[in-house]
């Protein structure tokens, strides 16, 4: 566990003061834990309620302010905030108990802006978007997903089922 921060407190003695640090650790950790997102879209197609992400606090605190959950899209896989919001892209969890896994639905209408370039991409999540949420870990706060915009699925996103056909 880390330290997220360092609190000091002074107390008055009859000799002066004397500063006493007090260590408190991140008590929360939001994990993405599931990302789903389709394998190819156009600008402008609404794809929100095709996008799947679920979350856990795998702390032992629960987190009651909530925090804001960005879904993005990027050139590579590396989601960060200088990547491309969707259009109607970013959602709000009030509260996630100790311990609680969710699903965070997207708004269904969500897209990928017009005028973004064609060919493979990523679609990708940020949780606590804003770093909002002293946690233990801020490294799993993030998903990519390939995608191929504007055109045919990819045979980096295909995704291959193999099925046999019997006749009698």
Do not use: C
């Not at 609680?100 to 897209?111: D, K, M, T």
């Amino acid at each position: 566990m880390r330290i997220s921060s360092l609190i000091l407190f002074l107390t008055v003695h009859a000799f002066g003061f004397l500063v006493l640090p007090v260590l408190s650790f991140g008590a929360v950790d939001i994990e993405v834990t599931f990302f789903f997102a389709p394998p190819v879209a156009d600008p402008g197609q609404p794809i929100g309620d095709q996008i799947i992400l679920q979350v856990r606090n795998n702390g032992p605190d629960d987190i009651s302010g909530g925090f804001p959950v960005g879904f993005y899209i990027s050139t590579d896989d590396q989601i960060t905030l200088s990547d491309q919001l969707l259009i109607g892209g970013r959602e709000f969890v009030s509260s996630l108990a100790a311990g609680q896994e969710i699903e965070v639905p997207l708004f269904g209408g969500a897209r990928i802006p017009d005028g973004f370039p064609q060919g493979p991409a990523f679609l990708g999540v940020i949780v606590d978007e804003f770093n909002q949420i002293a946690e233990s870990d801020e490294t799993n706060n993030t998903a990519a997903s390939p995608i191929n915009v504007g055109g045919q699925v990819s045979t980096e996103s295909r995704n291959w089922v193999s099925v046999k056909l019997l006749y009698r």
